[in-house]
């Protein structure tokens, strides 16, 4: 009988073939069972029941949780915290990754329609280049982690703020696809994908290039924050002249908002993240509408033109002052 590709992956993947128990784990680690099963469901995983699910990996890293809250660099909360965000971090990477390289054998083997689960030549050739990149891949995550880490800590050094300290002042941005539930109903959904796809893509690069952060992309949204408005303001402008220059890119809109700011698990909440969202859903097609401490910020920027509108009654957050700036402004 031929190999089980999925056994093959597996073993790939994770180094070896389940062979503990939840209460092996919990035995061999000395972690109590309410916190194994706490990490294990903040990491993402349904319960077990008693079936030998887990590695010698499994294994590793319930002892490295137990030594790190051993030498009280983490507690039970704190260790739960990371795991879910880990958790969340990496199966979204980890989808992203499959689909990409799974695309990419795809058009290089020329195996459109093929059978991508029952065919065992194709089974084959997943397994083959599984294996020849796991190991660079597992380098490049680890890579981009301890640049990541470095630039979170850099930023919040450079603000003087406690480390641990989860609210900030900030401006943050909404920037959103002009119509995009009336495309999703007339493309085909590997064109919808693609435009999806090149839409973020973009985005992050004009994010990143400004020094703005890139908080999380949803389908036709990105949400972005920036240290200050002036920031904030050149991202939503790079944004519209980045997104302008494709044309099966429909029109974006922008809506920037300052204020205080809840930092928790790598996103953003609060009343001015709100504030933000609510603005661009006001804003017309290739426009960015700011509240009025974001225009107080930006009024004496040379060259930056803003125009107020009426007043606008937004719910629950009453009535606001609402500016529009004017994309003739050009940063140095």
Known sequence: MAPDPTEALEQIILGSQPRY???DLIRLSGVHDTLARSLWRALGF???GGAA???DADLDALLIVRDLIGLGLLDDETAVVIARSLGQSTARL???QAEAVGRLLVEQEHLEGRDLTGDPEVSDRIVDRTRALIDPLEKLLDYAWRRQLAAVLDRRMARTEVIGEP???GTVGFADLVGFTRLSRQL????LALLVERFEAVSADVVAETGATLVKTVGDEILFIADDAPTAAETALRLHNAHAADPDVPQVRVGLASGPVLRRMGDVFGSTVNLA???TALARPDSTLVDAATAADLADLPGMRLRQLAPRRVRGLGVI???EMQSEWVTE
């Open 277 to 279: 969202s609510r603005l």
């Open 188 to 191: 085909e959904d590997a064109d």
């Open 321 to 323: 002052r609402v500016f």
């Open 21 to 23: 128990t939840r209460e």
């Open 167 to 169: 609210s900030a002042h």
């Open 53 to 55: 699910a887990f590695t």
């Open 94 to 96: 980890a989808d992203w």
């Open 46 to 48: 349904p319960d077990t």
